[in-house]
Every structure is written in C-alpha cells, then in structure tokens.
C-alpha cells in the first residue's frame, strides 16, 4: 500500500550514531510508502566526527559516494522513527 505523499521533507540531523561512525547531516527526503526501499533520499550536507571534531565530507568523491549508499538505510529508519 503506497502513500500519494510525494512532498519532499527537509531535514537536519544534529547527531546519529552509526556502523559507520557518528554522523550530522542535511537533506530532503520523501516518504513515499510504507517501505524504506521506496523512500527516495538526497542527502546535501554530511559531517562525520573525527579525532578532532566534526569533518565535512565532499559529496563528490567516490569513497562518501560508498558510505553514502551504506548509510542510507540507517538515516531513512532514523527519519521514519522520529
């Protein structure tokens, strides 16, 4: 059973815990079913802490690209949760 909800949600994530680190990130996302694996994610911003504090990761490079798709399951259940 589909939703007819196809409006994009802004959201801001301040601090996640994952597999792959902590993470904070922005972006859009549109729940359009019941089902994760019909939710459509952009993910705009992406820092992930560091040693050091936060690092801002570039979008563009083919290693966040790969923790991008690792992580979309993880950030589409925490925006479905809250």
């Known amino acids: ?3 007819s909800n ?3 949600n802004a959201f801001i994530i301040t601090r996640l815990n994952t ?3 902590i993470i904070k990130a922005t972006g859009e996302w549109t729940p359009s079913s019941l089902t ?4 459509e994610l952009l993910i705009l911003t992406l820092d ?3 040693t050091d504090g936060w690092v801002a990761l ?9 923790l991008l798709e690792e992580l979309n399951d ?3 259940l925490h ?3 809250r």
Not at 36 to 39: R, Y
Not at 58 to 66: A, E, F, G, I
Request: overall charge positive; proline content about 0%.
């Open 1 to 3: 059973m589909k939703k």
């Open 6 to 8: 196809t409006e994009k």
């Open 19 to 21: 597999t792959q680190g």
């Open 36 to 39: 994760m694996t019909d939710n």
């Open 48 to 50: 992930i802490m560091g």
């Open 58 to 66: 570039d979008l563009t490079q083919s290693k966040t690209k790969v």
């Open 74 to 76: 993880e950030v589409l």
């Open 79 to 81: 925006l479905q949760t």
